[in-house]
């Protein structure tokens, strides 16, 4: 998987500074998704959309399999809901999603 996915419509890529603080956000949080047996669901996928627009940042916890099924898994769910890959370490991945009414993070230059 590329270490950036493509933007939604409208939006900015992350730049390497901004990836970096998030990264570091990332340290403090737990995981707010928690993928089952089923994978990727739409009800897994209008979970993330709401804990997207309520924080921003959000960490997954990934069900098992190999490296390849979580990146797909990954992908599924970046191109569901727009949102962009922070980190993917192990079993767990960060993803961020501005909310462009009400921004929760402050985003360095």
């Keep these: 998987m590329p270490a950036s996915t493509p933007p939604r419509a409208g939006a900015a890529a992350l730049s390497a500074s901004q990836r970096r603080y ?60 727009g949102a962009e890959v922070v980190q993917e370490i192990g079993h767990t991945a960060s993803m961020f999603l501005r909310n462009e009414d009400e921004p929760k993070l402050a985003l360095p230059r």
Excluded: F, M, W, Y
């Design 22 to 81: 998030l990264r570091g956000l990332c340290h403090n949080l737990h995981p707010v998704i928690l993928l089952g047996a089923k994978g990727v669901t739409e009800a897994v996928i209008k979970e993330l959309k709401l804990a997207l627009d309520r924080h921003e940042l959000v960490k997954i916890k990934l069900s098992g399999g190999d490296k390849d099924e979580r990146r797909a898994q990954i992908a599924e769910l970046t191109e569901a809901t």
